[in-house]
């Protein structure tokens, strides 16, 4: 319950600042806007809870251990056979195939597959390198399948981009 407590929190911040913050600016755009964005920063979320939560109670803390930096050797765990490796790179090339598809949604019709791989690393990179503040592990593996994820939902953003700009235009005021 005491952890779970600490969750809250985190998503309490989350919804105010979407409340607050972005809902407004986001309607003002278009119903069409507003679920692209909505839906993105939900995804983003999620990934914030599966990767890095709970935030807020554990700043004070952040500095109480020794920063264990990111193992720089991509796919050890399949040479030193540890368990679930198969499990983890499925797992990080799923978490970042909404991204590839819905960054080109938030920026409209015209973003480029360097530009959608760009950010998706960057994401990536930012969560690796903010892992150890929060005592977990980091590792150049997760930050090579979450850009092949975004690599994939870009490929589906592709073969769905007329279906998904169909149902953006009919959502447009």
């Known amino acids: 319950m005491k952890y779970l407590i600490k969750y809250l929190i985190d998503f309490a911040v989350l919804i105010l600042l979407y409340a607050f913050v972005f809902f407004r600016r986001w ?99 930012g969560i690796e390198l903010l892992q150890p503040f929060f005592d977990r592990s980091s590792d150049v593996t997760d930050l090579i399948t979450n850009v092949i994820g975004g690599a994939l939902g870009y490929g589906l953003y592709v073969v769905f981009k007329p279906v998904a700009f169909w149902i953006l235009d009919r959502l447009k005021t």
């Open 27 to 125: 309607r003002a755009q278009g119903r069409d806007r507003l679920l692209v964005n909505t839906l993105m920063y939900a995804y983003l979320s999620l990934v914030l809870c599966f990767t890095m939560m709970p935030v807020v109670v554990s700043i004070p803390f952040m500095l109480d251990h020794p920063y264990q930096p990111m193992n720089l050797v991509p796919f050890i765990d399949v040479s030193l056979g540890r368990g679930d490796f198969f499990r983890q790179v499925c797992l990080n090339v799923v978490m970042t195939m909404p991204f590839g598809f819905l960054f080109p949604l938030t920026r409209g019709k015209r973003t480029q597959f360097g530009a959608a791989l760009f950010f998706c690393f960057l994401m990536s990179l």
